[in-house]
């Protein structure tokens, strides 16, 4: 069994069990043989599942932000935005689903082409798995599961081993309370049960750090079966000298502190044009001083950021907190673990540079480093200097001068003055580059589309022979090839043949 217990204090949570691959296989079974008929139900049939699943959602979602909170230390605030988060994601592909599945017709090619009907339809993979980190215990496996589910394909879910609990009751109110078809199954256990559901499921999708992605990856292209990786980021601000400082400094301080900071795409670095540095450095001090930390009373909405969800990645804060004082850098305000619970104090860093951890690997943890830079010349070339690129934000008055810096920035996702929102737009296709990920992501159309193979299909509007039938003759070869060769060609010698 797996102990879960609250980050906050120590107190336990829950458990789960380990689950091992004779239980995954069994598991993975079930769902394939529900997963025909979950097809044959179509877009319309599966949307009224789906919405009911939204409705409790909505009924249960208190209880759900609780246990959220008990397994990650996270404020109230954020912990009750998942089960909102996941009602609105439900709603987005349940609603669209039948526009995006649609058959697409495919003009013809070329004179010949004109006796054929050509359409694209999509069939889902039969089972789908989607592994999970722990930073968004029902935000993260949602992001994927309502559009896989919507697509028609089973789903096997494995959360992470540090917070099973809160997606483990969504996936049962799913079975027991909407008594919806078993196309929906979460298995539990850690890397190794992880590695069951490579080994079982036809395409795998998966939320979590760049070194399990390799491994899975490699698995995947053993078993020849697609998958599709969004990994971890090393986000980059870019704050111009005509900004607007203050929301700057608003969308700095909330990018990189939201969830503790322990967000893919939190802002990990600020690079901040010279001539505002010290107002921007001022003002994020000062703001993130006033930053109330804790896991408040369910309801409470008392602090803006709660614990770290594990001891290790608190030690990998601290580490590269460390690690940048001992090479130069400065703390202008907190820097410090906070005791009882698993709690890091809001940190602000200067006098970083690209020889430091906190610049070059992912933190996870609410700091924000900050540096100066001569213009945005240099601001571009070290935001790019990165073996990430998940998302980027660029702050300017001029926005088309936002728009155009954000052109020469490698990252799946630009937000121009603003930090983090691209997560909450479900319409937009998105995913990482470089190793932030490999594949799209829950985006509109591609993030449901990604769960499916594309099927090409050829109809004859008129049943001719076809040339090429056989039996093969002179005379017909040349016809055939005079035939190509007009049409091929691009002047009227070699149409003529001359
Ligand atoms: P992790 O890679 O350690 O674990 C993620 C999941 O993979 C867990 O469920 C784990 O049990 C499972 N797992 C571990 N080894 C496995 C294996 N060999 N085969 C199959 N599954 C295996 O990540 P984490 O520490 O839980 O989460 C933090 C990381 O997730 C950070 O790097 C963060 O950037 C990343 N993340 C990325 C995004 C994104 O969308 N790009 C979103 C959230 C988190």
């Given at each position: 069994?797996?102990?879960?217990r609250s980050p906050a204090d120590g107190r336990?949570a829950?458990?789960?069990?380990?689950?091992?691959?004779?239980?995954?296989?069994?598991?993975?079974?079930?769902?394939?043989?529900?997963?025909?008929?979950?097809?044959?139900?179509?877009?319309?049939?599966?949307?009224?599942?789906?919405?009911?699943?939204?409705?409790?959602?909505?009924?249960?979602e208190r209880r759900l932000g609780e246990l959220v909170q008990a397994e990650s230390g996270k404020a109230w605030a954020d912990a009750s935005l998942e089960p909102a988060m996941?009602?609105?994601?439900?709603?987005?592909?349940?609603?669209?689903?039948?526009?995006?599945?649609?058959?697409?017709?495919?003009?013809?090619?070329?004179?010949?082409?004109?006796?054929?009907?050509?359409?694209?339809?999509?069939?889902?993979?039969?089972?789908?798995?989607?592994?999970?980190?722990?930073n968004g215990p029902i935000g993260?496996?949602?992001?994927?599961?309502?559009?896989?589910?919507?697509?028609?394909?089973?789903?096997?879910?494995?959360?992470?081993?540090?917070t099973?609990l809160a997606?483990?009751?969504?996936?049962?109110?799913?079975?027991?309370?909407?008594?919806?078809?078993?196309?929906?199954?979460?298995?539990?256990?850690?890397?190794?049960?992880?590695?069951?559901?490579?080994?079982?499921?036809?395409?795998?999708?998966?939320?979590?750090?760049?070194?399990?992605?390799?491994?899975?990856?490699?698995?995947?292209?053993?078993?020849?079966?697609?998958?599709?990786?969004?990994?971890?980021?090393?986000?980059?601000?870019?704050?111009?000298?005509?900004?607007?400082?203050?929301?700057?400094?608003?969308?700095?301080v909330w990018?990189?502190m939201f969830n503790s900071g322990q967000a893919?795409?939190?802002?990990?670095?600020?690079?901040?044009?010279?001539?505002?540095?010290?107002?921007?450095?001022?003002?994020?001090?000062?703001?993130v001083r006033n930053i109330r930390q804790g896991t408040d009373a369910p309801g409470m909405f008392q602090f803006e950021v709660g614990a770290m969800a594990?001891?290790?990645?608190?030690?990998?804060?601290?580490?590269?907190?460390?690690?940048?004082?001992?090479?130069?850098?400065?703390?202008?305000?907190g820097?410090?673990?906070r005791e009882p619970g698993l709690y890091f104090e809001p940190?602000?860093?200067?006098?970083?540079?690209?020889?430091?951890?906190?610049?070059?690997?992912?933190?996870?943890?609410p700091?924000?480093?900050?540096?100066?830079?001569?213009?945005?010349?240099?601001?571009?070339?070290?935001?790019?200097?990165?073996?990430?690129?998940?998302?980027?934000?660029?702050?300017?008055?001029?926005?088309?001068?936002?728009?155009?810096?954000?052109?020469?920035?490698?990252?799946?996702?630009?937000?121009?003055?603003?930090?983090?929102?691209?997560?909450?737009?479900?319409?937009?296709?998105?995913?990482?580059?470089?190793?932030?990920?490999?594949?799209?992501?829950?985006?509109?159309?591609?993030?449901?589309?990604?769960?499916?193979?594309?099927?090409?299909?050829?109809?004859?509007?008129?049943?001719?022979?076809?040339?090429?039938?056989?039996?093969?003759?002179?005379?017909?070869?040349?016809?055939?090839?005079?035939?190509?060769?007009?049409?091929?060609?691009?002047?009227?010698?070699?149409?003529?043949?001359?």
């Amino acid at each position: 069994m797996i102990e879960v217990r609250s980050p906050a204090d120590g107190r336990p949570a829950g458990s789960v069990p380990t689950e091992g691959p004779d239980r995954v296989q069994a598991v993975a079974s079930a769902l394939r043989a529900a997963q025909p008929a979950w097809e044959d139900l179509g877009p319309d049939g599966r949307k009224r599942v789906l919405l009911e699943w939204g409705d409790w959602f909505l009924d249960n979602e208190r209880r759900l932000g609780e246990l959220v909170q008990a397994e990650s230390g996270k404020a109230w605030a954020d912990a009750s935005l998942e089960p909102a988060m996941s009602v609105d994601l439900i709603n987005h592909y349940a609603r669209h689903a039948a526009e995006y599945l649609a058959v697409r017709k495919v003009r013809a090619h070329g004179p010949v082409g004109l006796t054929k009907r050509l359409e694209v339809r999509y069939r889902p993979h039969q089972l789908v798995g989607v592994i999970t980190p722990w930073n968004g215990p029902i935000g993260a496996p949602m992001l994927d599961t309502a559009a896989a589910l919507m697509a028609g394909a089973s789903v096997l879910t494995k959360p992470s081993e540090v917070t099973p609990l809160a997606w483990r009751e969504a996936v049962r109110g799913f079975t027991d309370d909407v008594s919806a078809p078993p196309v929906l199954a979460c298995v539990t256990g850690g890397g190794e049960t992880g590695s069951a559901v490579v080994d079982e499921v036809d395409m795998v999708m998966f939320t979590g750090s760049t070194r399990t992605g390799r491994a899975i990856a490699q698995r995947c292209a053993e078993r020849l079966i697609p998958c599709s990786l969004e990994l971890g980021g090393k986000d980059p601000m870019i704050v111009l000298a005509d900004a607007d400082v203050d929301r700057a400094v608003h969308a700095a301080v909330w990018g990189g502190m939201f969830n503790s900071g322990q967000a893919c795409v939190s802002v990990e670095r600020v690079y901040v044009e010279a001539p505002i540095y010290d107002e921007f450095v001022a003002k994020a001090t000062e703001a993130v001083r006033n930053i109330r930390q804790g896991t408040d009373a369910p309801g409470m909405f008392q602090f803006e950021v709660g614990a770290m969800a594990t001891a290790e990645q608190l030690e990998i804060v601290e580490r590269h907190v460390g690690d940048a004082v001992d090479r130069g850098a400065r703390i202008t305000t907190g820097g410090k673990r906070r005791e009882p619970g698993l709690y890091f104090e809001p940190t602000v860093l200067i006098d970083v540079d690209h020889s430091m951890l906190c610049m070059r690997d992912e933190t996870f943890g609410p700091t924000l480093p900050i540096m100066k830079v001569a213009d945005e010349v240099e601001a571009v070339r070290l935001a790019n200097d990165s073996p990430y690129g998940l998302s980027a934000c660029v702050f300017s008055r001029d926005v088309e001068r936002a728009r155009s810096l954000s052109t020469r920035l490698e990252a799946g996702a630009v937000n121009l003055n603003n930090s983090l929102v691209n997560l909450f737009q479900f319409n937009l296709p998105q995913g990482g580059w470089k190793q932030s990920g490999l594949g799209s992501r829950f985006g509109g159309e591609a993030g449901l589309l990604k769960f499916c193979k594309a099927q090409a299909v050829v109809s004859d509007r008129v049943a001719l022979p076809e040339p090429y039938w056989f039996p093969t003759s002179k005379l017909k070869g040349r016809i055939i090839g005079r035939a190509a060769r007009f049409m091929g060609a691009n002047d009227w010698r070699r149409r003529l043949g001359r």
